[in-house]
């Protein structure tokens, strides 16, 4: 899911290198000296997870788990995620430097969407088990709605994972697409290709999520998107 160098036009190179920049700055600002151990067990499992690849013609297919780390970093996906590519970049020759940023936007940016589309329904089953709604529901009304009940968070880290990863692929073939006619093949081949990922993706992204959420929920805190965390720190101080 690397686009090489010299494959793309540099306005699009340009573009997305400015986007990446502006982005890993916002994220970087968001980020706590706790949360750095963290970032970097996140940054080890992208980094890993995308280095075994399965070969298909002229792409490849590989996880990428952004929709976990999206939900899990927030913002910090995109320094995250960065770190990742660069190893990758210089290790094993993944992408290239000039495609660096679009690379980063193409992998993270979905991710982060997954975080703002699909945190607000992880908080609100934080709050249902905090009420004890969760046991009482399991307790009574039909097979379907139980097992549905049970599975949440399994269902929203699927729909998360599955999310993010799609989203990449679209966007990896938009940038083909627009490189010329000739690319066109190559992507339409590698999205239809890579269309048992996103159910793979989405499988390993809910299985980890419901351990993680039953192990150690807190890792799972929403991110003030608004609000550096100096600048909240001086807020609260001052209420």
């Known amino acids: 899911m690397h686009i090489m160098d010299g494959v793309v036009s540099s306005s699009l190179v340009v573009g997305a290198t400015i986007v990446a920049v502006s982005a890993v700055g916002f994220g970087l600002k968001r980020i706590e000296p706790d949360d750095i151990p963290k970032i970097a067990l996140l940054a080890a499992a992208f980094f890993v997870a995308s280095v075994i690849r399965v070969p298909i013609g002229p ?12 939900l899990v970093l927030g913002p910090a996906i995109f320094p995250a995620i960065f770190a990742g ?9 993944f992408g ?19 975080y703002l589309i699909f945190m607000p329904f992880l908080q609100k089953e934080f709050q249902s088990r905090a009420r004890d709604l969760y046991a009482s529901s ?18 929203i880290g699927f729909c998360a994972g599955s999310f ?8 990896v073939a938009f940038s083909l697409a627009l490189s010329g006619q000739a690319f066109i093949p190559v992507a339409k081949f590698m999205v239809l290709a890579n269309l048992p990922l ?33 600048l909240q720190s001086s807020t609260e101080l001052r209420t």
Request: net charge positive; glycine share 10%; aromatic share 10%.
């Open 59 to 70: 792409t490849s297919a590989h996880l990428m788990l952004t929709g976990l780390l999206g």
């Open 85 to 93: 590519l660069m190893l990758q970049t210089f290790i094993f020759g």
């Open 96 to 114: 290239g430097i000039t495609v660096l940023g679009l690379n980063l936007v193409n992998m993270a940016l979905p991710g982060f969407l997954a």
């Open 138 to 155: 399991s307790s009574s009304g039909h097979k379907t709605f139980r097992f549905i009940q049970k599975n949440r968070t399994f269902l």
């Open 164 to 171: 993010a990863i799609a989203g990449s692929l679209l966007m």
């Open 198 to 230: 996103i159910v793979i993706e989405g499988l390993f992204v809910g299985v980890i999520l419901q351990f993680l959420t039953s192990l150690k929920p807190e890792l799972f805190a929403q991110v003030n998107l608004l609000q550096t965390p100096a």
